[in-house]
């Protein structure tokens, strides 16, 4: 028998009880992973099987990929506010 991988405890209340959701289970085809302490929940995608181990994976790095988004963000918006700047010196 093959083992699973198991998945983090949740990152935001510590919680260790973690419900996934593969299409082995669900009748739709999304996969899931969701804290049953704190009902934090992070999806795959609205269509597509994933299997238990790629969920597993995906909420492991969710913290990770949350920070990476954050600070992609930033450099947005550090971009959008030089372009606004741009702008002003306009008149406009
Ligand atoms: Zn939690």
């Known amino acids: ?3 699973e991988k198991k998945p983090r405890a949740c990152w935001k209340c510590g919680c ?3 419900k996934i959701e593969d299409c082995g289970y669900s009748s739709f085809n999304v996969g899931w992973a969701e804290c049953t302490g704190c009902g934090y929940k992070v999806k795959l995608g609205c269509c597509g099987c994933f299997p238990h181990d790629e969920i597993v994976n ?3 790095s969710s913290k990770q990929r ?3 988004s ?3 963000a930033k ?3 550090a971009r959008i506010k030089a ?3 741009e702008g002003a010196s ?3």
Request: proline share 0%.
């Open 83 to 85: 372009e606004l700047a």
């Open 70 to 72: 954050l600070g992609e």
């Open 58 to 60: 995906y909420w492991n």
């Open 75 to 77: 450099k947005e918006a």
């Open 16 to 18: 260790k009880e973690i």
């Open 66 to 68: 949350l920070k990476k």
């Open 90 to 92: 306009d008149g406009g």
């Open 1 to 3: 028998m093959e083992k």
